[in-house]
C-alpha cells in the first residue's frame, strides 16, 4: 500500500499546502489505525480524511477498499467530487437515494475501489446482494452525529456487519460524541479535537420583531445588508414557502430549500445560491450543516430553533476560515429568549432602502452531463463558440450524470439562451434552456 501522497494531489485541489488539522489526521493515521476527527464544517475534512484514506488504497486490489458512509446525498456528492479532482485513477462510486437504482446497480457490476453513500441506499444495495463489502479495509463514517440523528443506526450497523477485513476507522463528526456506539467497532481511537469557539469571528445582532408585520421586517432587514450569500433559517418547511413566495412578490430572488422537496430541486436550489443566480436561500435546518456552500456573509434565525446545537450549527454556516461573519436573530422581547442566544447588539433597521440588487447571474439548463462524455471544457468552448460569450460572461459550471447546469452574466442571458436551444454539443442536439 501507498502511504505518501502523489504531489499532484493539493495541487489539483487548488490549495498550496495542508493545515493543522489536515497534517495531525495524516500523521496520526501511520500509527493508529482508529481517529475520531472533530472539526467544524468547512475546515477542510474532506480532505483530510481522503488524503489519508487514498495512502491505504492498493491499485492491486479488485473489490471496494474504502467505503465512506454519509447522512445526505448533497454531502456524498461533494465528497465524490473532491475524490474525483484528486485524479487518482481509483475507480469512484456514490450511492444515495433518489437516484436511479438501476444506474448504480450498472455502476457497481464493475466495484470500485471507492464507494461512497447514504446509510439507506447502501443498506439496500447490500440487501440486494449488488455489492461486496468484505474486502474493505478503510471505514469512514463522515459527519457521524448527523447520521444518528437522522435515525441511521441500524442501515450502519447491518453495513459495518458486512466489512469483515475492516482494519482503518476513521470517524468525522462537527459535534464532540457523548460515547462512540459499540456497532463501530472504535475501541481505541485517536482523537484529533479542532472544534474551536468561532465566537469570536462572528457578530450576533438581535432584530426587534415587537408588533412588526414579520415578512415586511425581514424584508426590510434584506434590503439593509451589504452585497453578499445570505441563509435565511426556519424551523418547519411552511414558512421557508411562504418567505419565497412573498420575496419573489416583491422583487427579491430567493431559493428555497428543505425536505418536503423533490431531491432534483433541493439540488438545483443549491446550485443557484452557490452559483450566484440567488443571493438569499432560504432552508429548514437540513442546510445547517453537510453541505459545502463557501463565503455565506449573513446567517438569519428568522426562527429560533429549539436546541443550542442548531443554533450553533445554523450560525456556524458563516465566519468561516479567514472570514466574518453576522448572524441576525429576530427577537420578541414578549417571549422568553432562550438561554442560548449569545450576547449581541440591538440591529437597527433603516427604513425605504432599496431592493437587493439583482442577481448577476442566471442558471442555464444543459441536457447532457458525466455520462453523455460531456464536461466543463465542452461546455466553454460550445457558450464561446456558438453563443459568443466572452469568460467573464460565464460563472460556475456544474457537470451532472444527466444535466450540466451553467451561470451566464444576467446582462445577457434574456438575448443568448433563445440562441442556444437545441444546438449540439459534441455532435448531439441537447435541450438548452433558463433552469427553473
Known sequence: MNNSIPPFSLEKLGISSLNEMQQQMLESSKTTPE????????????????????????????????????????????????????????????CYGGHSMRVEENNLSVPPAVLIGTPGRLAD?????????????????????????????????????ELHSLHNKYLVSATKLQAIPTFTGIQNPKTIDFLVEKSHRINYFGVNMVDSDKLGLLLELLCNLPEGKTIIFCNHREPVVEIVDYLKENGVIAAAYHGGMEQDDRERALIRFRNGSADFLVSTDLAARGLDIPAVEHVIHYQLPLKEAEFIHRSGRTGRQDADGVVFMFLDSKKNIPAFIPKHHEYEIIPNEPLPERPKWKTIYISAGKKDKVNKVDIVGFLHKTGGLRPDEIGLITVMDYSSFVAISSEIAEEVVPELRDKKIKGKKQKIGFAR
Open 35 to 94: 481517529i475520531i476527527l472533530h472539526a467544524p464544517t468547512g475546515s477542510g475534512k474532506t480532505v483530510a480524511f481522503l488524503l489519508t484514506a487514498l495512502g491505504k488504497l492498493n491499485k492491486e486490489q479488485k473489490s471496494v477498499q474504502l467505503l465512506i458512509i454519509s447522512p445526505t446525498r448533497e454531502l456524498s456528492i461533494q465528497i465524490e467530487d473532491v475524490f474525483k479532482k484528486l485524479s487518482t485513477g481509483f475507480k469512484v462510486n456514490t
Open 125 to 161: 444495495h447490500v440487501r440486494r446482494n449488488n455489492i461486496d463489502l468484505s474486502e474493505v479495509h478503510t471505514l469512514v463514517l463522515d459527519e457521524f452525529d448527523k447520521s444518528l440523528q437522522m435515525g441511521f443506526e441500524s442501515d450502519m450497523t447491518e453495513i459495518i456487519r
